[in-house]
Nanobody, 121 residues
């Protein structure tokens, strides 16, 4: 079994910054793409940013230029640096990872438990 444990959420004023971390633990062969999604009250979960095992990234238009996703493959950890935060960034942020348990098999998708990010004055 694989666990994704997030940290770094909290309350921040508009214009402020936060850094989220998500570490994968357990038994597996490799991790493909890792990423962050968010879900605001009354809204569907949406992609924020993803990063491939090779470092290719993609972002939601709403966060381009403000958020940066990165990963440390040696630590099986993905990060989300969030700058210039806006009230509309308020949501529960979920970590996501595509995990390959055994060489040559398909990946399984795992989710973290979510961490609350609140942007308010």
């Amino acid at each position: 079994q694989v666990q994704l444990v997030e940290s770094g959420g909290g309350l921040v004023q508009p214009g402020g910054s936060l850094r989220l971390s998500c570490a994968a633990s357990g038994r597996f062969f490799s991790i493909n793409a890792m990423g962050w999604y968010r879900q605001a009250p009354g809204k569907q979960r949406e992609l924020v940013a993803r990063i491939s095992s090779g470092g290719s990234t993609n972002y939601a238009d709403s966060v381009k230029g403000r958020f940066t996703v990165s990963r440390d493959n040696a630590k099986n950890t993905v990060y989300l640096q969030m700058n210039s935060l806006k009230p509309e960034d308020t949501a529960v942020y979920f970590c996501n990872a595509g995990v390959v348990h055994t060489y040559g098999t398909y990946e399984y998708e795992y989710w973290g438990q979510g961490t609350q990010v609140t942007v308010a004055s």
